[in-house]
């Protein structure tokens, strides 16, 4: 059974950078996305970036020029890195895998707050 653990989140001010991590265990597809997603209160739950194995990239506009996604297949980790950020980026974030072939699979979420 495949497994997605998030560690990085916390809280700081606004401007300031977080690294989020999610390590997939279990039997992996090696053909895949992994990505992230967050949820604001109140609000829907949206994309924010996902990357192909190959590693073909996507983001949402809000993310754009502020946040990076990379991942590692050896580890099968995958990896934001967000900068600049805003008390609207307050969410939970969430980790999803998409095996080819497969059902998603979902993290449990972490939790990043933005003060201003």
């Known amino acids: 059974q495949v497994q997605l653990v998030e560690s990085g989140g916390g809280l700081l001010q606004a401007g300031g950078s977080l690294r989020l991590s999610c390590a997939a265990s279990?039997?992996?597809?090696?053909?895949?996305?992994m990505g992230w997603y967050r949820q604001a209160p109140g609000k829907q739950r949206e994309l924010v970036a996902v990357?192909?194995?190959?590693?073909?990239?996507h983001y949402a506009d809000s993310a754009k020029g502020r946040f990076t996604i990379s991942r590692d297949n050896a580890k099968n980790t995958v990896y934001l890195q967000m900068n600049s950020l805003k008390p609207e980026d307050t969410a939970v974030y969430y980790c999803i895998l998409k095996p080819l072939g497969a059902l998603d699979v979902w993290g449990k979420g972490t939790l990043v707050t933005v003060s201003s």
């Open positions: 990357i192909s194995s190959s590693g073909t990239t």
């Open positions: 279990g039997s992996i597809s090696r053909f895949n996305h």
